[in-house]
């Protein structure tokens, strides 16, 4: 099922035939260091796949498999995830926005084509009050045109 698409991008559930280019991209010490973590074992990617992304999602708030409109090629991971509190809650209207790509697709927009995307997502679509964006500034480098 089609969640949302872009002018170049479709999101959806994940599907086991994403499993080897999302294991890539969580192997990349390149792509893990800008989303804050470190590289995983290939044992360790496939256990949060199958524990994460795999898993039925009952709502729209999650994050998905974005997939290029022209060839169906799994690129990344996109969407909207519940924002906490400090104290670990659910803080109610609002979400945090969070995209992850493979290195081979850096520099070519998608990152910003699918923010977009998912911040008019949220605000029409799921009714969100505020949508976040957290971010390291030691690890991501800031582009700013």
């Given at each position: 099922m089609i969640i949302l698409e872009s002018k170049r991008l479709l999101f959806r559930q994940h599907e086991l035939a994403d499993l080897d280019s999302f294991c890539a991209m969580e192997m990349d010490p390149d792509v893990r260091?800008?989303?804050?973590?470190?590289?995983?074992?290939?044992?360790?990617?496939?256990r949060k796949f199958r524990e994460g992304p795999l898993q039925e999602?009952?709502?729209?708030?999650s994050?998905?498999?974005?997939?290029?409109?022209?060839?169906a090629q799994y690129v990344g991971r996109c969407g909207l995830y519940p924002h906490?509190?400090?104290?670990?809650?659910?803080?109610?209207?609002?979400?945090?926005?969070?995209?992850?790509?493979?290195?081979?697709?850096?520099g070519l927009g998608l990152a910003?084509?699918?923010?977009?995307?998912?911040?008019?997502f949220g605000w029409?679509?799921?009714q969100l009050s505020r949508?976040?964006?957290?971010?390291?500034l030691k690890t991501v480098p800031l582009y700013v045109s």
């Open positions: 260091r800008y989303v804050g973590g470190y590289p995983r074992s290939r044992e360790d990617a496939e999602v009952s709502d729209r708030l994050v998905w498999a974005a997939v290029l409109k022209s060839n906490f509190n400090r104290e670990g809650g659910i803080v109610v209207g609002e979400a945090t926005l969070a995209f992850y790509f493979g290195r081979e697709h850096w910003s084509e699918a923010a977009a995307a998912f911040v008019k029409e679509e799921l949508t976040l964006l957290l971010f390291r």
